[in-house]
């Protein structure tokens, strides 16, 4: 049944612009500030020029690495705590997991140095104060760009975790998609297929509500058709362009729903299976989306929007899509034997992301 009632909110500013480095002193002004980014040599020259244009930075973390971990933050040292202090504003320039550290550095990790501290206080604290984070996504995909929360994993225990508060939405998303150029194909593909689970997700969704679906089905219009064209033509500024666009729409979408059971079976399959965010929580879609036909006249409509009047020849279709994309539909394929997997999907419902499945 329809929601008479609703809310939507996102508060993070977006700017498009055809170089990021242009609006950083609009953005940042002549505030302190620190820079969140890889290690990587294009990052690195990133991080000169924007020195360059706003001079010295209080605080540079460009060790990022995947999937943010507890050890990581842990690590960080008394004269680091002190430089990330002096920051009132972050630049976050990379995909999710520089996005999700920036997050987690603007939240207060240098008053609260261990991060299980720091992830209960932000459950339980109305504001946070937090800095300022401006957002550069060189992926299209993390949709952390418009979210208030990042993933945090405790990899010694297997565990994952989300630090989420209202005060972490980035201030201002800087959306440039001559970033995204040069990403590598597989970089391309697993992020793009995280912004349609996003898309998807949010769609059979309990939370999904008119707005999110508007975004949700344009995103996932966009990323069928834009994304195997993109896979043939990885320098195509104007397919680089439309998958920006989408995957913001998608990250609008979710940022109101959250996500389902799509990301919640992809964490223990990330964790124990060492397959990457975008594939692991993209390659049980159509499984997904046949157990959410029927549940929900809403959801079907909305669905219908995207794959036309037969559900079930859609979630086919989106499977056909997948084996285009050389995605395995089979977990076998990712070495998750049948009852392993069977154990994630039954675990994966009855948590948080899953009860958010409009058929859990
Ligand atoms: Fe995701």
């Known amino acids: ?17 055809p170089d990021y480095s242009e609006s950083l002193r609009c953005h940042v002004g002549t505030r302190d500030y620190g ?18 244009i706003l001079g010295k930075a209080v605080f540079v973390a460009t060790d990022i690495t995947p999937n943010p971990d507890f050890s990581y933050f842990n690590a960080l040292d ?18 999710g997991s520089v996005i999700d550290t920036a997050k987690v550095f603007a939240a207060g990790l240098e008053d609260r140095p261990d991060i299980r501290d720091l992830l209960n206080f932000a459950s339980q604290s109305p504001a946070l104060h937090s800095k300022d ?7 299209a995909g993390t949709g952390s760009e418009v979210t208030s929360w990042a993933t945090v994993w405790d990899s010694e225990s297997g565990r994952k975790f989300s630090l989420s508060h209202p005060d972490l939405y980035p201030k201002v998303a800087v959306l440039d998609a001559s970033l995204t150029y040069k990403l590598p194909p597989r970089i391309t593909l697993a992020s793009g297929l995280d912004a349609l689970s996003h898309a998807l997700e949010s769609v059979w969704n309990i939370n999904a509500n008119p707005i ?4 949700a089905v344009r995103a996932s219009r966009i990323i069928i058709e834009t994304l195997p064209s993109l896979m043939n033509n990885p320098e195509n ?20 729903t ?4 799509a990301h919640n079976i992809s964490y223990p399959v990330s964790l124990n299976h060492n397959l990457e965010h975008g594939i692991a929580c993209s390659f049980t879609l159509p499984l997904v989306m046949r157990r959410a036909i029927g549940s929900d006249t809403v959801c079907d409509e909305t669905l219908r929007e995207i794959f036309g009047n037969d559900l079930h ?16 539909t089979d977990p076998d394929d990712y070495g998750i034997p049948a009852t392993t997997f069977k154990k994630y999907l039954n675990d994966a419902l009855t948590g948080e992301r899953g009860r958010n499945f409009i058929a859990a």
Request: with cysteine; proline share 3%.
């Open 1 to 17: 049944m329809a929601k008479r009632e609703f809310t939507f909110f996102n508060p993070t500013k977006l700017v498009f612009c």
């Open 35 to 52: 820079i969140v980014t890889y290690p990587d040599a294009f990052f690195s020259d990133a991080v000169d020029q924007i020195q360059g």
């Open 78 to 95: 008394e004269e680091r705590r002190r430089d990330l202090a002096k920051a009132e504003a972050l630049i976050a320039l990379g995909g």
């Open 133 to 139: 984070i401006i957002a550069i996504p060189t992926t």
């Open 212 to 215: 999110s679906s508007n975004y």
């Open 237 to 256: 500024a104007r397919l680089r362009q439309m998958m920006l666009q989408a995957a913001v729409f998608s990250g609008l979408a979710f940022s109101n």
């Open 258 to 261: 959250k996500t389902a059971l």
């Open 313 to 328: 020849n859609g979630a086919d279709q989106l499977e056909e899509f997948l084996c285009n994309l050389e995605i395995s």
